[in-house]
């Protein structure tokens, strides 16, 4: 079955011209083509679209108000944003949605419309194939990482409304969701902070399941403050970002193995990794490497070897030429270094 597409742009050539390319591509079909962000709400709530795509600037309602109004609607619909090179502002504004899942500049070429359009269905398809195995709090983590309270308070109500576990068992599963979510949300600090520990106290001095409720609210609210996420990079870059940060010790991590997990193409990955992020994937992969090895050698009880494997080095003697060309200095040299300055 095709998926329907509506598109919104108030540029009459621009609209005909993206819908001549979309009507051309297998598997997918135009359902509605609308001249600003009104009608394309319109469109939507009529047609029940797979996919929007908007420009940004329109007259009476624009792209950004748009996009708003799913994210309210709470509709899984991912968004596609046409912009001019000097929209920046209002892309930016638009990419903190977490139903915007990619954007290109015009103009642009149909074979990038085919990638996004293509990237889209195969990553949401591999998101459906996996929702089932998504327990209530791996959802709660990801709404942590897009900075959406209301969302985890929604679906807090949800499980707390239909939940018939006694206190007793119900308290076992919150103290554990809050070991999950904060090696999960926060992979690169592995030590338990103070407001997760006092969390996991109250957990077991709460007396109902209202004030479980509370105090559970209350630390994943915080966590969402607490959670430095870059709200101008898209979706994929973002869970592309999330892989990285958790797999760092894997020897195998590069943007192939990325883009295999997320369901889409390594040179689609790679080129939108290098646009948002401003570098390309394999420097930021060895910077935060370098930057994680500088902090595992205050640690003198560690080897150079365990260092090297705990940051995704096989090899123990490219892990100390890739960190000397960084640093001018090898890690064991980096290591007296840092202990000569806390002796002085």
Not at 22 to 30: K, N, P, T
Not at 59 to 81: A, F, N, R
Not at 179 to 205: C, G, Q, W
Request: hydrophobic fraction near 35%; glycine fraction near 2%; proline fraction near 2%.
């Amino acid at each position: 079955m095709n998926k329907k597409v509506v598109i919104a742009d108030d540029e009459k050539l621009s609209l005909n011209g993206i819908a001549a390319i979309v009507d051309e591509l297998d598997g997918f079909e135009v359902c509605g083509l609308a001249n600003n962000g009104l009608q394309a709400f319109d469109l939507i709530k009529e047609n029940k679209p797979d996919i929007m795509i908007t420009d940004i600037r329109m007259p009476q309602k624009d792209g950004i108000w748009l996009i708003e109004q799913i994210d309210e609607q709470d509709l899984d619909i991912p968004v596609i944003v046409i912009s001019a090179y000097d929209d920046q502002k209002y892309l930016k504004t638009a990419i903190r949605s977490k139903n915007v899942y990619d954007y290109l500049f015009k103009p642009f070429l149909k074979n990038d419309l085919e990638d996004t359009l293509n990237s889209i269905v195969n990553y949401h398809q591999r998101s459906r194939s996996n929702q089932d195995e998504d327990s209530i709090v791996a959802n709660l983590s990801k709404a942590i990482s897009s900075n959406d309270y209301s969302l985890v308070e929604k679906q807090l109500d949800e499980y707390f409304e239909n939940d018939d576990e006694n206190i007793v068992d119900l308290k076992n599963r919150v103290y554990g969701w809050i070991m999950y979510i904060h090696y999960d949300v926060f992979p690169m600090n592995r030590s338990i902070p103070l407001y997760t520990r006092n969390a996991m106290k109250e957990v077991y001095d709460c007396a109902d399941k209202d004030q479980l409720k509370e105090v559970f609210s209350r630390y994943l609210k915080d966590c969402c403050e607490r959670y430095v996420g870059d709200h101008e990079i898209t979706q994929i870059v973002s869970e592309c970002l999330r892989i990285i940060h958790k797999e760092m010790s894997n020897s195998d991590l590069n943007v192939n193995y990325c883009a295999y997990k997320l369901n889409v193409t390594p040179n689609y990955l790679s080129n939108r990794f290098s646009r948002d992020m401003q570098q390309s994937f394999s420097l930021y992969l060895n910077n935060l490497r370098m930057e994680k090895a500088k902090e595992l050698l205050g640690n003198i009880e560690l080897k150079i070897y365990e260092i090297a494997d705990m940051i995704g080095f096989s090899d123990v003697a490219y892990f100390n030429r890739v960190f000397k060309d960084k640093y001018s200095l090898t890690p064991m040299q980096y290591r007296q270094k840092m202990v000569s300055e806390e002796e002085n």
